[in-house]
T-cell receptor
Framework: AQSVTQLDSHVSVSEGTPVLLRCNYS??????LFWYVQHPNKGLQLLLK??????LVKGINGFEAEFKKSETSFHLTKPSAHMSDAAEYFC????????????FGSGTQLTVLP | NAGVMQNPRHLVRRRGQEARLRCSPM?????VYWYRQLPEEGLKFMVY????????ESGMPKERFSAEFPKEGPSILRIQQVVRGDSAAYFC?????????????FGSGTQLSVL
């Protein structure tokens, strides 16, 4: 069984300040973990993925996430927020990689203030 | 190359009416997945279709819900006699043939509101 918890439903940051979106997972075996982003009126887009290689994963648009097995976490970070980062972010876990067996978190809405 | 197109973007129905949600996959994609996101929850898998075939409908409610992906035209998710609990965002995704997340492209979703 697997599950994922996004600890914050809404996060607000000022432009130019760091971003931290928190995600904790539960899985019986070694999972694959991803972050998806959904900008307004757009489809979900794969931001980055962890598949048991390097624990620090770099994604698009300057985002990165670190897989911490001891803390069962996969938090998403960015050193400096940009207005265009405002979107909804979904943390996802899967054991098989199958599109039928993706477990999504409930999402975190990121607001970037000028 | 247009992405996955879903329409309508918003759909309002009264209880007891029918809702039809459409999904046109990316060009060259023959596999379609539907997911539902209930309020305050994550997306959940509903059904997986290839052209003219339902491959896996294990996530579909047993009654009132059906899906099709005809040889020509978009995939349709149909909800008969809608109830308030059907209010949700419905997302469609397509892939070119491999059933793995890396090849998955999502639409922007249809928000269904049942009055």
């Amino acid at each position: 069984a697997q599950s994922v918890t996004q600890l914050d439903s809404h996060v607000s940051v000022s432009e130019g300040t760091p971003v931290l979106l928190r995600c904790n997972y539960s899985s019986s075996y070694s999972p694959s973990l991803f972050w998806y982003v959904q900008h307004p009126n757009k489809g979900l887009q794969l931001l980055l993925k962890y598949t048991s290689a390097a624990t620090l994963v770099k994604g698009i648009n300057g985002f990165e996430a670190e897989f911490k097995k001891s803390e069962t976490s996969f938090h998403l970070t960015k050193p400096s927020a940009h207005m265009s980062d405002a979107a909804e972010y979904f943390c996802v876990v899967t054991l098989s990689g199958s599109a039928r067996q993706l477990t999504f978190g409930s999402g975190t809405q990121l607001t970037v203030l000028p | 190359n247009a992405g996955v197109m879903q329409n309508p973007r918003h759909l309002v129905r009264r209880r007891g009416q029918e809702a039809r949600l459409r999904c046109s996959p990316m060009k060259g994609h023959s596999h379609v997945y539907w997911y539902r996101q209930l309020p305050e929850e994550g997306l959940k898998f509903m059904v997986y279709l290839q052209k003219e075939n339902i491959i896996d409908e294990s996530g579909m409610p047993k009654e009132r819900f059906s899906a099709e992906f005809p040889k020509e035209g978009p995939s349709i998710l149909r909800i008969q006699q809608v109830v308030r609990g059907d209010s949700a965002a419905y997302f469609c995704a397509s892939s070119p043939g491999q059933e793995i997340y890396e090849k998955l492209f999502f639409g922007s979703g249809t928000q269904l509101s049942v009055l």
